[in-house]
């Protein structure tokens, strides 16, 4: 459900952005070198054992379509800046397992030192999750193509959401994986392969019935930790973390990884990667922002996880944006100029709103169309691309009435993911960029980002209104501007 508009407005930033990008921006839209929107939903990141390069897979989704959209690839050398590799698991018409009506979902990689190639698993399905199945392929090369091989039931039982995690200690790998939505499953699996990783071996263990999805494993010296999130469907919830000191446990109970109602900064847990810098062990969370009203738009939130030993703790950590430096492992946070709602000027029915929640008391409401507005004056910009980022707050609760069972938040409410902002930056409406604000809870404010084009020095003008997002016209409470500097 994508409109003209926002359609639009996709292609013109593809071509400001198509330039690298070194920079990680959580939820913002990223490109590939020629352009593209990376398109590797809930998939992984593995290291090519010879040149030390990152390779992306994951779902590929397209405009209109739902499932089987296949494998795709991407390589990197330091997580930001992506060059598409196609395919790497193309769905064939007609094929039992891997025909485009069929789920393709969740795809790891490994490198097997058995078999000397490389080993793709996932979540194979038929449309209607009846299989519960997990694929495998397999490729001399990392890019692929990759050959199916097999569709199996794990240890004869059932397999959903599926992990994968290689322990650095003893270069084991291990499945990871939901069993789906019955009653005598909803339990997460440890499962224990053969050495050359190319069947399951032992159940080393399992998540009795706290019916989590999602799974991922991060390895420190002392410690293991499972992430997982609940099972709300494509809409995020409170991911939460096991820890052990031992693969086969004892777990600990699980806790919260991010700050209460957030949704995990709206996203979900898939994956997670361990950078052994030279001056830092830095632990990543590669999180999805699903976006169900057009999956193919769907966002990657990754951010970097803290992590307290002694505490046995963990944290993701959100930053708009920050420079992750491969070789040290070090984070460095990117810094803006922030500028307050509180002197930015109203149109139409805007109005500053009494806020205790907001460090000015206030936020900016009723921002809708181009004819009710929110406009920051006098924003220093440095004459070529940079991001802006819009703290907001979205309170429609994402009540949904399209599904039965009700929902956490509201029960008969209007399904609606997110609202639409659109900025305009010095009065060109023509080149209005749109903001995806994605629903918050009512008193949080989360922030998007986007990039933008501001003339040099003082001056700038940047509108806030809103884009018609398929139910309303209405954009998120604005709490503030945040204005980066331009990439060097
Ligand atoms: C999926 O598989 C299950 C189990 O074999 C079957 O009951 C169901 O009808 C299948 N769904 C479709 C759409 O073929
Ligand atoms: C595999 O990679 C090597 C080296 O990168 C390349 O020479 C070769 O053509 C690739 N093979 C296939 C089948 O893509
Ligand atoms: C299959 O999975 C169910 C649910 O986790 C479990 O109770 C059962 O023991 C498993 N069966 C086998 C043979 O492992
Ligand atoms: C981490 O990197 C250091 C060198 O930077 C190396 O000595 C060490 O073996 C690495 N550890 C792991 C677990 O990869
Ligand atoms: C405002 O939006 C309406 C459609 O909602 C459009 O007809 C009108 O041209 C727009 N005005 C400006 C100044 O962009
Ligand atoms: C505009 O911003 C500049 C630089 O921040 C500042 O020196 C100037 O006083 C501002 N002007 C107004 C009218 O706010």
Redesign the pocket.
């Known amino acids: 459900m994508s409109l003209r508009t926002t359609k639009w407005c996709t292609l013109l930033l593809a071509a400001a952005t198509a330039a690298t990008a070194k920079w990680i921006v959580p939820g913002a839209r990223w490109y590939d070198t020629e352009g593209g929107l990376v398109n590797a939903h809930a998939g992984c990141v593995t290291v090519d054992r010879e040149s030390g390069k990152f390779f992306l897979f994951g779902e590929y989704k397209v405009e209109g379509q739902v499932e089987g959209g296949g494998i795709s690839v991407y390589s990197s050398e330091d997580l930001a800046t992506w060059e598409h590799h196609g395919m790497a698991l193309e769905p064939i018409k007609g094929h039992q397992y891997i025909s485009p009506e069929h789920i393709i979902q969740r795809p790891k990689v490994v490198y097997s030192e058995g078999t000397g190639k490389y080993h793709m698993w996932w979540h194979a399905d038929n449309s209607t999750y009846g299989w519960l199945l997990q694929g495998f392929a397999q490729a001399d090369n990392i890019t692929g193509p990759y050959s199916f091989v097999d569709a199996t039931r794990p ?4 397999s959903q959401d599926f992990g994968l995690f290689t322990d650095y200690k003893d270069g084991k790998s291990y499945a990871l994986y939901s ?1 789906g939505d019955r009653k ?2 909803r ?1 997460v ?1 440890i499962t224990s392969y053969n050495d050359d990783i190319t069947a399951l071996d032992k ?1 080393v263990h ?1 998540f ?1 019935k706290y019916d989590l999805e999602a799974p991922t494993i991060l390895q420190t010296d002392k410690s293991y930790f499972a992430l997982m999130s609940h099972k709300t469907g494509y809409r995020p919830n409170n991911v939460v973390a096991f820890r052990a000191d031992s693969l086969s446990g004892p777990w600990s109970q699980p806790f919260i990884v991010a700050p209460l109602n957030t949704r995990t900064y709206n996203s979900q847990s898939g994956y997670s990667l361990r950078i052994n810098g030279t001056k830092k062990t830095t632990y990543l969370y590669l999180g999805d922002q699903w976006d169900s009203n057009s999956l193919w738009e769907s966002r990657y939130i990754w951010l970097p996880i803290s992590i307290d030993e002694e505490k046995k703790s963990l944290k993701v950590e959100w930053h708009d944006i920050y420079d992750l430096d491969i070789k040290t492992g070090e984070v460095t946070p990117i810094t803006g100029t922030s500028y307050s709602s509180t002197l930015a000027r109203t149109s139409g029915t805007t109005y500053h709103q009494e806020a205790s929640f907001t460090s000015s008391g206030t936020i900016a409401t009723s921002i809708a169309g181009n004819h009710s507005t929110l406009t920051f004056h006098n924003i220093t910009g440095a004459g070529k691309p940079q991001y802006i980022t819009l703290y907001y707050q979205n309170t429609d609760d994402m009540g949904f009435g399209d599904q039965p069972g009700g929902t956490p938040d509201r029960i008969g409410g209007t399904w609606q993911l997110r609202r639409i902002a659109s900025v305009v930056v010095n009065g060109e409406r023509g080149k209005a960029v749109s903001v995806y604000q994605r629903d918050t809870h009512k008193g949080i404010v989360l922030s998007a980002t986007v990039k933008v084009e501001l003339r040099e020095g003082a001056g700038n003008t940047v509108e806030v209104g809103g884009l018609w997002n398929g139910f309303d016209v209405k954009a998120a409470d604005v709490e503030r501007l945040v204005v980066y500097p331009p990439q060097e």
Do not use: F, M
């Open positions: 240890l004869g039982n059932w069993n005598e499953a339990d699996y159940v399992r009795d």
